[in-house]
Structures are given as structure tokens and as C-alpha cells.
């Protein structure tokens, strides 16, 4: 062989205009394959929002749903059990029976402005702080079947 032949590429849909003049090493084209595509893409966009494709806010009507369900079925009645449980810690007061956070059972003997004093049983007295206070048990008439 006399020496390496020379690719040529022919313009996809490209004019000869586009072509760059140069040695071997260069491109052939200015243009790329993105050029290229976003022209026809967007001649296509073009023709379907002239037949009569609906309004682009309608594509974000599903989302609106999602976010309306979950607000009505999650976040709405979370709130208000955690609007209910203030109250109540905001109630507290001395011989309430109440159960912390980490399942201890007692009875309220000091309030202060962020602590509670607990009776567990006899002589055993713990500290804690309201926010573990996780509700108030209502009072039985009965005394338990044990004691």
C-alpha cells in the first residue's frame, strides 16, 4: 500500500457549509450529533403543540392529587395527635397516672417548668424530663387484682 487511505464521512443532514477546513487531525464538522438532534426534537415538539396537545400545567395535576391525598391522610392527623398531646403535658399536675416514652408507669407527685417527679412504687421516686411524657392514663375506679 502507498499510504493510508482517508476516511471520508458524508454531512448526516448537514450542509457542506458546516464542514471544517484543516489537516487530518481535525474535525470534519462543526456541528454535533447534539445539535443535530435537538434541531429535529424540537421540530417535532413544534408540530405535536400544534395539534392541539393540552396545556403544560395539566402535566402537574397528578402531583397536586399526590401531595393533597397525603397531606388529608398523613401530615393532617399527625398534627393534631401532636397538638392533643401538648395539651395534655401542658395539663399535668400532681397525681396524675402517666406513661414516659420509654414505657415507665407512674404517678406525678412535683411539676415543675420542665421536669416531672415520678412514683413508680413505694419509695421509688425518678426524675424526668415532660417531653418524655408520652399520655395521660385515666384513672381506674378498681385497685389491681394483686395488691
Not at 54 to 71: A, D, E, R, T
Not at 88 to 111: E, N, P, S, Y
Amino acid at each position: 500500500m502507498a499510504g493510508a487511505a482517508r476516511c471520508y464521512h458524508p454531512p448526516l443532514l448537514l450542509g457542506a457549509r458546516n464542514r471544517v477546513r484543516g489537516g487530518p487531525d481535525q474535525p470534519l464538522y462543526k456541528a454535533t450529533v447534539a445539535t443535530v438532534m435537538t434541531a429535529s426534537s424540537l421540530s417535532l415538539f413544534a408540530s405535536a403543540a400544534a395539534a392541539g396537545s393540552p396545556p403544560g400545567w395539566v402535566s402537574f395535576l397528578p402531583l397536586v392529587g399526590m401531595f393533597l391525598i397525603f397531606w388529608f391522610l398523613i401530615l393532617r392527623p399527625q398534627m393534631k395527635r401532636q397538638k392533643d398531646l401538648q395539651a395534655k403535658i401542658g395539663g399535668l399536675k400532681k397525681g396524675d397516672q402517666v406513661l414516659t416514652a420509654g414505657g415507665l408507669l407512674g404517678k406525678i407527685v412535683r411539676v415543675d417548668e420542665n421536669y416531672v417527679d415520678l412514683e413508680l412504687g413505694p419509695n421509688i421516686k425518678v426524675k424526668a424530663l415532660r417531653s418524655t411524657i408520652a399520655d395521660v392514663v385515666p384513672p381506674t375506679g378498681t385497685s389491681p387484682a394483686n395488691d
